[in-house]
């Protein structure tokens, strides 16, 4: 591992970038282990991402089940300086670009949202285990589908994101980083694109956040359970709302606010994220309770994330230009876009 | 009721159109009724549908509780001349245009998704009975959303919709117009939009189609279980694919095919979906079907219908572009949009 | 189908006794059917049911989906004079005696808890469809089960019941023999025993009840679907509480009161069983709302009647010893025990 | 914290006896945390368990809300001498005795299954916070429920169980003791009584055992949330049968085999114990799967643990008489109910 510090010059001159180069053991869970590096609040973070496989998947003979001994790595712990349970953080992805022009697909015994699973049992043998190679191209953007059984092949497009970001859970609690829940941690949500900004709450000093699973795109729900599995190279600007809880993660894109829910079964994922949307509304526009549930019902958006890990996800979302003019977080969205612009 | 017989003229000339207008006792399940009017494949209807309440709310005083004895009702049944069970029922949506220029919404005791329920119970009071008006405007498309307890005030894209469609049930079953499932009914999806076909199996001999439940917007999961509660001007252009069985409700676009799965727990419905949509691609491309699977996992859509009636819908999309030309039900969707075109 | 109307000599002398014998075609639905006889309030009849195969399934080289066309045939609907919307219907079982001296059970095509199904769609085949032959010895009133691929036989204890007792639905509902809802229908609770007395709530004019679904035995959930299905000889005292309305289907023993949820997901059926439990305990003790809450949450049984059908079933149950002599329903099972005790 | 070992004598002579009186700060977690006191194979442990409330709640009037900052502590962990991951843990309970004259239960906001709670949100407020007080009679056997709001009293079984009994779970995780899971944990099913045998796969060297949460009784799902909570003294007989994995918890009656499963929703902690008793019945006694599957089906009992917790769980049981004489687990049940008889 190697950790690189330096100052940012130009347009955004002064701004500590920390370049961080993951080495050693990977890390599979979301608390329990010490950071590997320091970040400051308003620092910007330049790091690498393995692939959910640990880039052990690299032909579509590499089937997961023999090559792989656990999955989704991530990268970190990052210790934010200053964060404290009951503070909010604050993740701006300026970059989330393929450090390959491939990517990796699969079906995997008894995971995926169309086969009998560990938790949804049958009697029944599982599915083919079966290998997919994606090739991206960067100019063009796009991702080229390719079937086994068949010539088919189909250019979808290139759609960045992070499957996996989170804090160190609450309660001392530790989580595989395969699992979604209030920390973050498995979203696996496409809402996770460049140019948006995570909220997380803070449940440990330091936050402890990590970040990895990247996919060049996936569909709504992942239903296979794996997307198109991509190491990345991330470029993200973190900051820290102090004294600002955030119970439920929440993205802000440069039109819209979402709220994540984590849970089983599915409608309960789609409840929390709305009840936290809905919250927010009253929060930022002052609109009593009832009259914010009323205008979420038809102005809210919603889509799965995953219907295939541990916990399920679904978003809610909502034109800010709805809530005309409300500013989430005291403007940290666009505070932290304006900081990594020039750096993109 | 009235039912006339008119053939158009000009570009669509031949094209026999049929006007309909609702009369005498309305009607609330789909099965178990004699037909109002015979229509034939080819044919053009043109109907109304009263809102969900009867047009018994008005004012925001009209608490449904109280004005209302039933909900949901539907205009019809029509028998389609030679439908037969195992056919398909193609139905092309050329306008669905809000016959009044206001439309309501209200929280209702026990309904909804951020309550406790009939089929959800609590040992909690209900949420307040509270009913909202929008002021619907054709010119500008947009809905305006009042709040009752402050005076907020924002607009929102009119975007019309009919919530329930269907035929009758398979197995001699009769089902409340409030529930949506293979047949179609309820199906409360913001996708059954102007412009769109939806295909429903046939159960029945004639089908025995009926509709309404217009909403002038709503939004993704309906999570008040009200939309914008509107009456419509429907026209509908009527076709039969013979022989050509359809298992759960789907719809056409100009861009994309769509499955719509309704169940409960939420993720039984994005299954359902999820799998039709599946086998359909395999239909349509002569994908083997993991191969399907892996292309509907990175390329597929999926959204929330509503999350409140008695069985929750989620539909699965993707874009016909992505299936390389395939053509769905003989072309249907463009052959009935290209009849109606001129009459819009 | 021949109904004979006697009078009871004896210790019941006066009781009109009906013996109704199916004929005809068989009854697949609740609601929808005019009734195959009249039974006046405080009558006895006696009736035969065919099990759920409608006795196509003889040996274990009959599969079911090649012998029946249609599954789960109920006999009846009979009129109960003077039933009325908003009255309990009281149907006390007597006898539930086995007609043959054999059972079935099978594991059918993507039905069953251990299986994906119709709701629960997976790309997975099914598992195999096989067929079970049970020797019932009435006598010794145990079940022999053996197995098909090996030689190990046991004797499991006969406890007798009816898988699907119900009235015609609300709403104008019309309802598969399969479905159990707040009608009753396919509930598939073992403890609806003979002994006991169900309660459901009227939903038309005459009540209009069927009954059918014997089991020979059957475990709790009835895990692949299938129970020790048997023709059964059926004895049952029918009464009416006259403006005392039954949300959801009840059961009374000796010793028990029984609330029966149906819902999915199967927590909903658990919450609808315990609410309508504590509700019940309101009533009869006049102990305030969460002082019977706690009460059940200490003293209250439950167990889940079925895990497989288009709604899953659970029961909440409390000893009636613990309700200190509280009475329900002004002592309907006591004195309609009292009636059939000489004819059992 | 003080532990002491003694050595048994008369007809368990040689039997290791530990006493240890737990101390410090109380525990609230399965994993990342140190052994307390080391056990061998064979030793006996007697142990204090406090109550959910860490025996905070002592009068109707300490409000949980108000007095606790955590629930659910737990006593250990210890480390068992030899335990490697793939080995199987037995715990033989030979004492769970009350350590008070009294326990306590409560409502508590939002949490419940007559409730909404943190992850099945409703905008509602909550249910009153309120506490029962339940007086102990060890002599007859009895717990006394006493109502708030009237004088209603009644005598209910004592039924002394422990609610969380766990080990540290796999894959490096850390859960909270509210957590039941494949590890264990917060399972709350009235099945872990005196005189049974718990076995719970090991995951880590030691499998760090920990325990807690007695009840003096509880209902079937815990419906409001919170049992008879009670402090406890405990003896159980430790054993390790090693190279044996048990992928969910496991009890061991003198009658029975129960297998639990833990998820949501709650047809998948059925699924789960379900799925695990057949493939235990087909290890125990050769059948076939489907042949497992089916007896299962006609002779397995099941009913809900809880229904409140982060997971719901069910049991799955059969009898083991019907296996014929089948011995699971090498005799280890028997075994240990020898070892401690003498000491009960």
Chains 1, 2, 3, 4 share one sequence.
């Not at 053991?25 to 910007?44: K, N, Q, S, W």
């Not at 990590?210 to 992942?222: I, K, S």
Request: proline residues 8%.
């Amino acid at each position: 591992m190697t950790t690189t510090t330096t100052s940012a010059s130009g347009a955004n001159r002064g701004v500590r970038v920390i370049d961080h180069q993951p080495a050693g053991p990977a890390l599979y869970t979301f608390g329990g282990v010490p950071p590997v590096a320091e970040i400051r609040p308003g620092d910007v973070l330049r790091t690498f991402t393995e692939d959910c496989f640990g880039g052990a998947v690299r032909t579509v003979d590499d089937l997961p089940s023999e090559v792989c001994a656990q999955f989704n790595p991530v990268t970190g712990p990052f210790h934010v300086v200053g964060a404290e349970p009951g503070d909010t953080l604050a993740l701006h992805f300026a970059a989330i670009a393929p450090a390959r022009d491939w990517g990796m697909s699969a079906t995997f015994p008894h995971f995926g949202a169309l086969t009998s699973t560990h938790t949804t049992p049958t009697l029944q043998p599982p599915l083919e285990e079966r290998v997919w190679q994606y090739d991206l191209n960067l100019q063009t953007g796009t991702v080229r589908y390719a079937a086994r059984r068949s010539d088919f092949v189909v250019e979808l497009p290139l759609d960045a994101m992070l499957g996996t970001v989170g804090v160190a859970p609450a309660h001392g609690e530790v989580r595989q980083s395969i699992v979604p829940d209030a920390h973050g941690g498995n979203l696996d949500t496409p809402q996770l694109r460049p140019g948006t900004t995570l909220y997380l709450g803070v449940n440990v000093p330091g936050a402890l956040f990590a970040l990895g699973d990247g996919h060049a795109r996936q569909g709504h729900g992942e239903v296979c359970g794996v997307a198109v599995e991509c190491a990345m190279h991330v470029t993200v600007a973190v900051d820290l709302i102090k004294q600002v809880a955030t119970p439920w993660p929440r993205i802000e894109t440069d039109t819209q606010l979402i709220s994540i829910g984590a849970a089983r079964p599915l409608e309960d994922a789609y409840r929390i994220s709305q009840q936290d949307l809905v919250g927010w509304v009253v929060e930022l526009t002052g609109l009593e309770l009832l009259d914010a549930y009323q205008l979420v019902s038809q102005a809210g958006q919603a889509a799965p994330g995953n219907v295939c890990d541990p916990l399920y996800t679904m978003h809610a979302a909502i034109d800010t230009a709805v809530l005309r003019g409300a500013t989430a977080y005291g403007g940290a969205h666009r505070r932290l876009r304006a900081l990594v612009r020039p750096m993109r």
